[in-house]
């Protein structure tokens, strides 16, 4: 059991090519909303005028599913705006590791705690829920962490969070600090991985089995530097492990649309061939031996099934790695009727000419259709009349 926090209008807008107009902003909280990510947060609204406004812009919006949250840093005047605007859900923030001590702000974690029980309390006074987070939780001391935490529980909020700031985290340590603050504390617990490492997906992963609550996604996986868990692996991860959860909470045949969407507003950002889910690869067969079985069976080679998210697959045919049980199915799908005998010489063809150029698939659906119109004797059209449409 989990629950999504997509931050693609906060961390997304730390993305280098992101720009977001407020209707952008809107059209993405819209999609995200449908789609069924519980929180949608968005950033600071002390961070710029224009932040303010578009977070109130947000907070007014008659949303189905989601809730609009704010990330704010740990401090009183980033507490009242955020009132100020309307947010009824607040994440509050502030660096606990060493580094972030050092060269961020230059508090101490004595300093830090005392201002997190005033900005919280402050925030619940006004029937705001919060969550606090150590920003760079994966390089702090967690017997310290976990003080923190207990401390912040103690002062009233809904949700602590374990951020891996920089991605250096790997899964048996996120089991070790998921865990220990488990065990530490009540409340729910929201987790938030870079992928600098390519770890997101995994660590995201392994956070809700240590007990964690709450992942922080976002489209595409886009964010500061190498971005964070994207929503497409993480769902492929998640639907794989309990399909019928998945598809009960998520409407995933939005997501393509959801990516596309985001994807404009990033200076047309190109979806990776090999991204999960809706690259152009994903389900993509090509040689004879996957193409026979998955044909026979499709989940023979596929762990997900593209329909639950209004994908589909594509059976190569025009390869030299071509099966005559691939060539078959294209002849069929064309409407054509040719025997088996005429499938694998045609099927030959293919791959003789393969092995000298490239072809594509409308050289063999004209190769399919010649040797169906002209055929001869028993069924059998010359070699050297395809090759004449091969030229």
Wanted: with cysteine; net charge neutral; glycine share 6%.
């Amino acid at each position: 059991m989990f629950q999504i926090i997509d931050t693609t209008l906060r961390e997304g807008e730390q993305y280098r090519d992101a720009y977001f107009t407020t209707e952008n902003k809107v059209q993405v909280a819209r999609a995200l909303d449908e789609f069924g990510v519980e929180y949608i947060e968005v950033t600071n609204p002390a961070a710029s005028p224009r932040s303010r406004a578009d977070c109130a812009t947000l907070c007014a919006l008659q949303l189905r599913t989601s809730k609009i949250v704010g990330h704010i840093r740990c401090c009183l005047d980033d507490a009242t705006v955020a009132v100020q605007v309307g947010l009824k859900h607040v994440n509050v923030m502030i660096g606990t590791s060493p580094q972030m001590q050092k060269f961020s702000h230059g508090k101490s974690l004595d300093k830090i705690s005392k201002e997190a029980k005033s900005v919280i309390e402050f925030l619940c006074s006004h029937d705001v829920t919060v969550r606090f987070s150590g920003e760079d939780a994966f390089r702090t001391d967690l017997q310290k962490l976990v003080k923190l935490y207990e401390m912040v529980e103690a002062c009233g909020v809904s949700r602590v969070g374990i951020p891996d700031t920089v991605g250096c985290a790997t899964p048996d340590e996120v089991e070790r600090v998921v865990s220990a603050v488990r065990a530490a504390v009540k409340v729910d617990i929201e987790t938030h991985f870079h992928n600098d490492t390519g770890c997101a997906v995994a660590n995201a992963y392994m956070a809700i089995k240590a007990g964690a609550t709450h992942i922080n996604t976002t489209v595409l996986g886009i964010g500061e530097r190498n971005g964070i868990t994207p929503l497409g692996g993480f769902m492929a991860r998640m639907t794989v492990c309990d399909r019928e959860y998945v598809l009960s909470k998520y409407k995933l045949t939005t997501l393509a649309s959801l990516e596309a969407l985001v994807s404009s507003c990033c200076n047309d950002l190109a979806i990776p061939f090999n991204n999960c889910i809706t690259g152009s690869a994903a389900f993509s067969h090509k040689a004879g031996i996957h193409t026979k079985a998955v044909l026979a069976n499709p989940q023979t080679y596929e762990v997900l099934r593209p329909e639950d998210f209004g994908v589909t697959r594509h059976v190569e045919v025009a390869s030299a790695l071509s099966g005559w049980n691939a060539v078959m199915s294209r002849a069929r799908s064309l409407g054509l009727d040719i025997g088996e005998g005429d499938c694998k010489r045609i099927t030959k063809l293919i791959k003789d000419n393969a092995d000298k150029r490239n072809i594509c698939s409308k050289d063999v659906d004209d190769m399919l259709r010649y040797m169906t119109a002209q055929r001869v004797g028993q069924g059998q059209v010359m070699q050297q009349d395809m090759a004449g449409i091969m030229a």
